[in-house]
């Protein structure tokens, strides 16, 4: 049996919307034939999202007729621009729909709201792993209205952040929508609402949400019971929820519903407080002040609880005849020392109020539990940062700002962050990137900023100039230097190199340090005048760590093969006396010996 082609929406002269389509009454014709699954399939990629080069005159196409129609003529029916970029998304979730309906094996106007839910996904990551990967991003706005024209899907709220406002013009068009906003406006305006203004946002947005719910684009057709429902389900939060109860007066100004009921003073009116003469008088009071019903139903409230103390404290006080100046000075003390919540009465039962309530997380859709909020409501971000952390600051005596800016809830995110990246035993980069949550890593890497101290520890255990220090004794003689004969050119630093001692002060800028060319600063030890050196009393005995190059090291390290290739260089290199070996008569083939007390060592000097 074939289900009857929907018929295209059309406006009458007063521009009414009416549904774009007749969804077929059939319940047998839910299945999906044998023959229209094979015909998807022959049919492919290629030719269901019309991509170019495709055959429109595949058999196919006839087979699937029942299923193409209703897409056909929501696409037809919604109001968007006629350009490539929307059409090839109208055209990408025809294919998209055709698919899931051979997969599936049922029709699209049998689906519940959990499965076109489940194709939507809360996100637009979920979005992605449902539907093919050839869909693109821009397919699930376009989806979103098919699921509400051809399945009557309409929880929107469960899908994350999402643009509504967009899809009620999509849905219902752009001028009728705009149309009957400006109508709130004018009434809105008139009374002096910021809603009235032109560059107001959250009329419309609030509006559409409305027109989506009820599922006509209408002022007429919003009434009571829908406002209700609203607020009863909560389906606006925060400033939506306030521009609902504007909407609500602006509509039952036009005749369509009914105002909304007023909120303030019905409270307070069942407190008691105390003996009942007390509450005589502030009941009397409240009956006959002038001030406004909030103002008169707050100083009611303070005087009840001033009843409640008088009873529990000076029950024999209960009629305000008998106060007397101790009576007033007891009170006056235990107002000083009151603290929230003593002598009050709760009128309202606390069984559904217990806890806080979830919210629905933006970008996930999920219920989470708040971190901050006041009253069953969200603390806005600009509120947390403005206001409560400066604040905190200012009670812990720590600065409100650092080198980075400002201390905001996502600077301790960050902070945080990067603790954890350059702990004792850090997160690695992924880890991280799963512990914060995000999706790339390319995100995370600007937590995870390495520390100086960090830093510095990675340098230091990398060792690289360590290799390439050595240490060697010198003998500082304590005498030269005391006596000023340093300052007029004596030795007093004598570098012990094994076989000699050198007086040269530069030592560590000798080029001959390691193969020593014995010029006019070399001393042998078996000369007289270095046993008259060993022989003074106040000598002290140092280490000193030498930087090496490459062919020192090498030298030390590699044996006499390393130690002739640094001869052969240092040759014609002139030794801190002036000449070099070759003018000293050393040849260069000659076994020098390399500095014998050389040992492994840090970068200072230190006594021995």
Not at 248 to 273: I, K, M, N, W, Y
Request: hydrophobic fraction near 40%.
């Amino acid at each position: 049996m074939t289900a009857p082609l929907p018929a295209i929406a059309a406006e009458d002269g007063a521009g009414r919307w009416s549904w774009p389509i007749s969804p077929p009454r059939d319940s047998t014709a839910v299945a999906v034939r044998p023959a229209e699954a094979r015909a998807v399939a022959d049919l492919g990629v290629r030719n269901l999202r019309r991509l170019q080069h495709h055959d429109p005159s595949a058999p196919g196409w006839r087979v699937i007729v029942r299923l193409l129609g209703p897409l056909e003529a929501v696409n037809a029916a919604l109001d968007s621009p006629p350009t490539p970029h929307p059409r090839r998304a109208m055209l990408d979730v025809v294919a998209v729909l055709l698919t899931r309906c051979a997969e599936t094996g049922r029709t699209f106007w049998g689906w519940t709201e959990e499965e076109w839910f489940h194709l939507l996904g809360r996100t637009q990551a979920e979005f992605r792993q449902h539907a093919p990967a050839w869909a693109g991003d821009e397919v699930r706005p376009y989806l979103a209205a098919h699921a509400y024209l051809l399945g009557g899907f309409n929880e929107f709220h469960r899908l994350g952040s999402f643009q509504r406002l967009t899809l009620a013009w999509r849905i219902f068009g752009r001028d009728r929508v705009n149309g009957e906003v400006a109508r709130l406006r004018a009434i809105l305006s008139a009374w002096g609402y910021r809603l009235g203004r032109d560059e107001d946002t959250l009329l419309p947005i609030s509006a559409c949400q409305l027109f989506l719910l009820n599922r006509s684009p209408h002022l007429e057709d919003l009434d009571t019971a829908l406002f209700d429902r609203v607020r009863r389900d909560g389906l606006l939060e925060g400033s939506r929820l306030n521009t609902l109860h504007a909407m609500q007066r602006a509509v039952a100004e036009l005749g369509f519903c009914d105002p909304p009921r007023p909120g303030t003073g019905h409270h307070s009116a069942r407190a008691s407080g105390g003996a009942p003469i007390w509450e005589q008088w502030p009941d009397r009071w409240h009956t006959t002040s002038t001030l406004t019903p909030r103002v008169r139903g707050s100083v009611r409230s303070n005087l009840l609880k001033v009843g409640r103390w008088i009873a529990a404290e000076q029950p024999d006080a209960a009629d305000p005849a008998d106060w007397t100046r101790q009576t007033c000075a007891s009170w006056i003390a235990a107002l000083d020392r009151m603290k929230v919540g003593d002598y009050v009465q709760r009128t309202i039962g606390l069984g559904d109020r217990l806890g806080k309530p979830n919210f629905t997380d933006r970008r996930t859709g999920e219920l989470v539990d708040p971190l901050f909020a006041v009253r069953a409501r969200r603390v806005s971000t600009s509120y947390i940062n403005n206001t409560i952390i400066p604040m905190l600051c200012r009670k812990a005596g720590v600065p409100a700002a650092d080198v980075r800016g400002n201390i905001t809830s996502h600077h301790a995110r960050s902070t945080i962050a990067s603790q954890l990246y350059n702990a004792k035993e850090p997160m690695t980069l992924f880890e991280l990137q799963a512990w914060l949550g995000h999706r790339s890593p390319q995100s995370t890497q600007y937590y995870a900023k390495i520390t100086p101290s960090t830093l510095s520890k990675a340098y230091s255990e990398a060792c690289y100039f360590e290799r390439n220090v050595r240490t060697i004794e010198v003998l500082v003689d304590r005498d030269a230097v005391a006596s000023g004969a340093a300052a007029g050119g004596e030795p007093w630093q004598h570098y012990d190199l094994g076989h000699g001692y050198c007086s040269y002060t530069f030592f560590e800028q000798c080029q001959h340090r390691m193969a020593c060319a014995r010029c006019d600063f070399y001393t042998p030890k078996q000369s007289t005048r270095s046993q008259l050196l060993e022989a003074k009393s106040n000598l002290q005995k140092m280490t000193v760590s030498i930087p090496l190059t490459d062919d020192e090291l090498a030298a030390v390290e590699d044996g006499q093969a390393a130690l002739d290739r640094l001869l052969d260089r240092l040759a014609d290199t002139p030794t801190p006396a002036g000449p070099t070996p070759r003018d000293l008569d050393v040849p260069v083939t000659a076994r020098l010996l390399p500095v014998v007390d050389v040992r492994q060592g840090g970068t200072g000097s230190a006594p021995r």
